[in-house]
């Protein structure tokens, strides 16, 4: 009998303390409507795309709890909804409405990768909140940035740039964006990846005004950046602008006018009551591009800090990251390919730049 309590005992012991795999979060980060979700599924719809040419492999995770497919199942129930916006691209040149509906909780998607044909090394984590929250829930939202590693700040380019960027505040809700990111970096607990992606600017790429759109973030951001750059944590932040074609061939025309040729708006605040896009051409196909950038610049940013960690002793800043840092040792061949998917990463064209930390990207 005590036999066989002591044998569950030590099972029990033996499973907690069974090693976890290394776990990274990474926040989607904006407001209502600017295009979180969409950059999402445009990420990691295709991940044979994503794993092509690597030695690395990433995959949806199985939800272990309840032992189903919701990751996998989600994103094709999205990217189906996205692809919906070209249902009329043979017979029409304007885009109907469609597209995703926005959201009203907030999501988690799981993915695992490591090298093909081995088991999973590390766990990632996206988490995907409804703009509302950044005004409705502060606190949660504050916790999220302050829970990930890697923080992707959603930025509808159309409404930054066009009539001279007025109604930017009104839907991307910089100030708020910024003050939020600034009260929960004040008392930063571990390194952070910071990324500014502009999205829906294939107009501006199509025009080669993919500089602008960089300055016209950095000018929106200018508070934010400031701090970043300045601030008593700039050593542990790592800040770049990565703009990413969500969708292709569908570029921004015009917010839809009233009689006398003026913006129609709507609210208190203004904002235009709707956004025109056109198709490219006949027949105009869903053709995302970039949308590998953030997982490049993530693990860029990995790799760079795991070699820090070891020549540098404040590492006990890096305590977030230990549990990856004690695996590449461990497998340096998964070190090897991941710094190698790293450097995929674009620094200087289309509108790329890297705004703070270049030592750790
Ligand atoms: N034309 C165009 N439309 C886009 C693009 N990305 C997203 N959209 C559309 O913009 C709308 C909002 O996109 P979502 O991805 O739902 O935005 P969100 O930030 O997740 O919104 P909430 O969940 O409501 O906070 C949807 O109708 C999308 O289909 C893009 O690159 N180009
Ligand atoms: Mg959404």
């Known amino acids: 009998m005590l036999m066989k309590i002591l044998d569950n005992v030590k099972g029990m012991v033996g499973k907690a303390v069974a090693p976890k795999r290394p776990l990274m979060r990474v926040c989607m980060m904006g407001a209502r409507g600017v295009g979180k979700s969409s950059t999402l599924v445009s990420m990691f719809h295709d991940l044979n795309s994503v794993n ?15 032992n189903d497919n919701a990751t996998e199942e989600m994103i094709i129930e999205r990217y189906k909804e996205l692809l919906n916006i070209f249902t009329h691209s043979d017979s029409s040149e304007l885009v109907m409405n469609a597209g995703l509906s926005g959201d009203f909780e907030t999501k988690e998607y799981h993915f695992q990768f490591g090298l093909k044909g081995k088991k999973p090394g590390i766990d990632l984590q996206i988490k995907d909140f409804p703009g509302e929250f950044i005004k409705d829930f502060p ?93 008593s944590a700039k050593l542990h932040i790592a800040c770049a602008v990565t703009p990413i074609l969500t969708v292709g061939e569908i570029v921004f025309k015009d917010f839809i006018k009233d009689k006398e040729g003026n913006v129609k708006t709507v609210g208190e605040d203004p904002m235009p009551a709707k956004a025109v896009y056109s198709f490219v051409r006949k027949g105009a196909e869903y053709s995302p591009q970039y949308c590998e950038q953030p997982l490049c610049y993530l693990l860029s940013f ?52 890297i705004i703070s930390g270049s030592a750790i990207l």
Do not use: W
């Open 52 to 66: 092509q040419g690597t030695n690395l492999q990433l995959v949806a995770a199985k939800d272990v709890r309840r």
């Open 139 to 231: 606190d949660d939202v504050k916790g999220f940035i302050d829970e990930s590693e890697a923080i992707i700040i959603a930025i509808d380019t159309p409404h930054m740039i066009e009539y001279n960027g007025i109604y930017c505040e009104v839907k991307n809700r910089c100030s708020i964006i910024t003050d939020l990111m600034t009260k929960v970096l004040e008392n930063l607990q571990g390194d952070k990846l910071i990324l500014f992606v502009p999205l829906k600017c294939e107009k501006y790429y199509q025009e080669g005004r993919m500089a602008e759109v960089c300055s016209a973030v950095e000018r929106c951001y200018a508070d934010l950046i400031d701090f970043i750059r300045k601030g």
């Open 302 to 353: 990995i790799t760079k800090l795991y070699q820090r960690s070891k020549s540098d002793k404040s590492a006990g800043f890096l305590k977030k990251l230990s549990a990856i840092f004690k695996l590449f040792p461990e497998d340096p061949s998964l070190l090897y390919e991941v710094s190698k998917f790293s450097q995929k990463k674009i620094t200087n064209r289309d509108g790329y730049k």
